[in-house]
């Protein structure tokens, strides 16, 4: 060793690294043609006053993926910044009257040094904080984009109301009925609201899942279920007394003979002309109770079928009869064109209200022969919504469903009635809010002009300082004339300022792209930076975000894609759903109250303890419910190292011994190889460190055997040089410390990560063999000291045995650690 022994002193380690990669700008990049790139980003915080053990987890599995691939000689750019407008700072300034902004840069200064603390890699250089007009400058731009496109618009409709943060919610952030910020009720309200047009990439969102085929399965059927597309058709129901056609769609039109009522949404622009003549006032009354309360609970399926019969009728125009217009609480006027035809026997919503209701439940598809009969409870046809033969349906008797639903389509369009269509669950994005700390609508609404746009050369739109907290209802931008009220671009007149502001997944919808260029004025971003940079090689981030935020990034991607911004389709070809941190039975946030604070931890501990231990406790994607009995281990473990890397032996005065050199030999490259794939391609790091953690035992286990030759002095050397190198990602203050000890030079953040032999790295292999019931059935080989759920997964996956167990029921599956696999089924031998 080039200095003298001493103890571990994580405190003045810590700090001294921290100050060296500071002044040197270790974590700084600049693109460099040529060079191959690895963007790596955690999504960015909330500046919610402190960082738990959430962010913890979450930016240090981040962390070490950056640092591995910057020790593979990749240019890899590594980023931070602040989702800083927001709903929480405004509260914060009601109930304790200070400024949002002072309340949310106070919270950046303090989450900074905490972050620091805990040694995450991040160019500091690229920092963005969306609450700074040289951010938000490039929401009004994009948003004027769109506007000019015609993928921003305002009109009247019913939204989310949160009466408790007093502002309007996305479909996406009311689901379930409650707020996704404070978990409270959410009511309806009808206002005029900002939308962004993500239907127009409806289909081009679904297509591009193709493409992220290193995303999670579920996370991909999220956002499908959500986007939510369906084939079908429409029809055109005529209603004489209207001479006009309710259009439905609908995705069985092979039932439309059994179509024996018709439902409109209340909020239908039909139901006014409807419901005139003597019962209107009734009508009229139940419409607005049935929007305004249960409209909801309608959305979520939760309110009982309730409807009201208008007295008008509509034809079905494929039996040319007449059929009753009901309007009814469970048809939306989001979903769909707002009416839908009715068939009770092969609907459950519509037979549910059929018989409410008293009305006809006709049969008119049927199982197709061999398929078991719907049951017959003896009170009427029986409710059958699956695809079979039609009957009772004129000219398409006989027909299959499959055959009928083109045919009738083609009968529809060829009539001049109907046609086959696509619909979208997806809605419009709702982006108004009734909030101060937000991004400023650029528009203007002038009394003889109408709505103009701010002219850009005018943005940005600033947030005014000058504001009152009260918590009444509106926003506080309504309060302020200096705001309010301006000249016209267009006219000149007097006007007035828009003052609803942006939802803030807005400001989170772009800013991976922000972090290419952040500096750039003349556009949000450089093209041949972010050509460099993007797409970004691994997003990491919760599964909470899957419809939200994942969604309105890729929707912007193509937006922008589309202004002729990126070459860019999709932001994100490599998704890490890293698995929350519970407290309490609840993931961990200040909100809820259950938030661990790390720096008592690393006042204890250290950082690097505390970012192997919670690396440590459980897969990236799995959840992990906090424990932190575990950070005393991790801390002793790291000083093992320092004790394995610290000792010294003397001069060497004998001979190798073979045996002791051929397994710490063996163990090295197969430990270098091991955990260089557990980061860099499984992102297994609990594996990679319980890895680490076997080569130091075997360090210490062999060292006596070899250290009195040259020979085995110099594989330890070898070990302890490999051991520092594979832990640098994971705790890289004290190995920095171990690297400059050693006489090495440099940093061990910038030294190349350690190569092995494939010839001595090969694991080694154990044949399992495979019982059923206690008789060998097969056998197969496998790695040594493999994992038990491993061994079962793999035994059960032979073909052989599965065509043994077939359709029967396994029982349990029993292993013996590199032996047995034995599948215990039930009593009948398997033969």
């Not at 065509?803 to 031998?829: S, T």
Request: some cysteine; hydrophobic content about 40%; overall charge neutral.
């Amino acid at each position: 060793m080039s200095q003298d022994h001493a103890e571990y002193n994580f405190a003045e380690i810590e700090e001294k690294w921290q100050k060296v990669w500071a002044a040197q700008k270790t974590f700084e990049v600049r693109e460099e043609p040529g060079r191959p790139k690895f963007y790596c980003l955690e999504m960015y915080p909330y500046p919610s006053g402190r960082i738990h053990m959430g962010h913890v987890r979450n930016y240090s599995i981040g962390d070490v993926i950056a640092r591995y691939q910057a020790m593979r000689g990749l240019n890899v750019l590594h980023p931070i910044g602040w989702d800083a407008l927001g709903m929480p700072a405004e509260n914060a300034a009601i109930k304790f009257g200070i400024h949002p902004q002072k309340w949310t840069l106070d919270n950046i200064a303090h989450m900074k040094t905490q972050l620091r603390r805990m040694g995450f890699a991040y160019d500091w250089s690229r920092e963005v904080n969306s609450c700074r007009p040289d951010y938000y400058k490039w929401n009004q731009w994009i948003f004027l984009k769109m506007y000019e496109r015609g993928l921003a618009y305002r009109r009247e409709s019913w939204v989310n109301w949160c009466p408790t943060c007093r502002t309007v919610l996305a479909n996406e952030q009311a689901a379930d009925g409650a707020c996704w910020r404070c978990s409270n009720s959410v009511e309806q309200k009808k206002m005029e609201q900002w939308f962004l047009k993500i239907t127009d990439y409806a289909e081009e969102l679904l297509a591009g899942h193709s493409q992220l085929a290193k995303w999670p399965e579920h996370v991909l059927l999220m956002q499908k279920n959500w986007i939510g597309r369906s084939e079908g058709a429409y029809v055109d129901f005529p209603v004489p007394a209207l001479g006009r056609s309710v259009r439905v769609f609908t995705t069985r039109i092979d039932t439309i003979y059994g179509a024996t009522f018709l439902v409109l949404s209340p909020e239908h622009p039909f139901s006014p002309d409807l419901i005139r003549g003597g019962r209107e006032a009734e009508l009229r009354a139940w419409i607005v109770r049935t929007a305004a309360a249960a409209r909801l609970k309608r959305e979520i399926g939760e309110a009982e079928k309730e409807g009201v019969d208008t007295g008008a009728t509509a034809i079905n125009p494929f039996t040319g009869r007449p059929i009753p217009i009901f309007l009814a609480n469970y048809v939306l006027m989001e979903y769909g064109t707002g009416a839908i035809m009715a068939v009770p026997a092969h609907d459950a919503r519509d037979h549910e209200f059929a018989r409410k209701y008293g009305l006809p439940i006709p049969e008119v598809i049927v199982p197709a022969e061999g398929a078991a009969p719907a049951p017959d409870k003896g009170d009427g046809p029986a409710l059958f919504e699956d695809l079979g033969v039609l009957v009772h349906s004129g000219p398409f008797t006989g027909l299959t469903s499959e055959e009928a639903m083109d045919k009738m389509a083609a009968h529809a369009r060829a009539n001049g009635f109907g046609e086959k269509a696509v619909t979208f669950r997806l809605r419009d994005w709702g982006i108004s809010r009734q909030r101060y700390w937000g991004t400023p609508i650029p528009m203007i609404h002038c009394p003889k002009c109408g709505i103009v746009p701010v002219p850009y050369e005018d943005l940005p739109v600033r947030i005014p300082y000058e504001a009152e907290f009260t918590g009444e209802a509106g926003s506080p931008l309504e309060k302020i004339p200096a705001f309010v009220n301006v000249a016209c671009p267009k006219c000149g007149g007097p006007a007035r300022r828009e003052t609803d502001t942006m939802d803030t997944f807005v400001d989170s919808s772009w800013y991976f792209f922000r972090y290419t260029s952040p500096g750039n004025d003349a556009l949000p971003f450089a093209r041949d930076a972010a050509d460099y940079w993007l797409p970004v090689d691994l997003y990491i981030g919760g599964v909470e975000h899957a419809i939200l935020h994942l969604i309105y990034a890729r929707f912007f991607t193509k937006l922008l894609r589309d202004l002729g911004l990126t070459g860019l389709d999709e932001p994100f070809p490599h998704y890490l759903a890293q698995g929350m941190v519970t407290k309490d039975g609840s993931a961990m946030s200040k909100s809820k109250g259950n938030a661990v604070d790390p720096d008592e931890m690393i006042k204890s501990y250290g950082a690097d303890a505390l970012r192997l231990f919670i690396l440590f406790a459980a897969p990236p994607e799995k959840e992990f419910a906090w424990n932190e009995d575990g950070i005393e281990g991790s801390y002793r473990f790291l000083g093992r190292v320092w004790q394995a890397v610290e000792e010294e032996w003397g001069t060497p005065a004998g001979l190798v011994v073979a045996e002791s050199f051929a397994r710490l030999q063996k163990k090295m490259h197969q430990t270098v190889r091991k955990v260089g794939e557990d980061i860099g391609k499984r992102f297994h790091l609990n594996t990679a460190i319980s890895s680490i953690m076997e080569l130091t035992n075997a360090l210490r286990r062999e060292r006596d055997a070899l250290k009195m030759s040259a020979a085995g002095r110099a594989l330890l050397r070898e070990t302890q040089r490999n051991l520092v190198l594979l832990l640098a990602p994971f705790t890289p203050h004290v190995c920095e410390e171990m690297w400059s000890r050693m006489g090495e030079t440099g940093l061990v953040c910038r030294a190349p990560w350690p190569a092995f032999d494939p010839a001595l790295a090969q694991e080694e292999k154990a044949t399992i063999v495979v019982e059923i019931n206690g008789k060998i059935r097969d056998k197969f080989e496998a790695a040594l000291d493999i994992a038990v759920d491993e061994m079962k997964a793999q035994a059960l996956a032979l073909p052989r045995i599965q065509a043994l167990i077939g359709e029967k029921a396994v029982r349990k599956v029993v292993c013996i650690k590199n032996k047995i696999v034995n599948i215990v089924m039930g009593q009948e031998e398997v033969r």
